[in-house]
């Protein structure tokens, strides 16, 4: 699975982006797709993900309530959608595809268990 990340920029905070990941290859729906991004000079820390049916998601609670993230298997793309940005949020967002279970928080978070990444897209909030 090849993934690529797109709509990343720059917004004021208290704006909103969509991100993208399209993914290659005919079995995108039996794939767990997560976001992770990584700050300046930090590590980095997971932020949403998603089951392969898209019925499941979990969230870091830092973007709890402002972040939505989906995913359309007939597109082989996953999205998320970042309301009420803050400058903090800045950072490089990097999606991921794993193919592991149980799908539940503890899991999901663990970047490990994800197989390919995307090569990341910058988000900038100015304040």
């Known amino acids: 699975v090849q993934l690529q990340a797109s709509g990343g920029g720059l917004v004021q905070a208290g704006g909103s982006l969509r991100l993208s990941c399209a993914a290659s290859g005919r079995t995108f729906s039996t794939y767990n797709m997560g976001w992770f991004r990584q700050a300046p000079g930090k590590e980095r820390e997971f932020v949403a993900a998603i089951n392969g049916n898209g019925r499941s998601t979990y969230y870091a609670d830092s973007v709890k309530g402002r972040f939505t993230i989906s995913r359309d298997n007939t597109k082989n793309t996953e999205y998320l959608q970042m309301n009420r940005l803050k400058p903090e949020d800045t950072a490089v967002y990097y999606c991921?595809?794993?193919?592991?279970?149980?799908?539940?928080?503890?899991?999901?978070?663990?970047?490990?268990?994800?197989?390919?990444w995307g090569q990341g897209t910058l988000v900038t909030v100015s304040s």
């Open positions: 991921a595809a794993g193919q592991f279970t149980p799908f539940k928080i503890t899991v999901v978070m663990v970047q490990i268990f994800y197989s390919f």
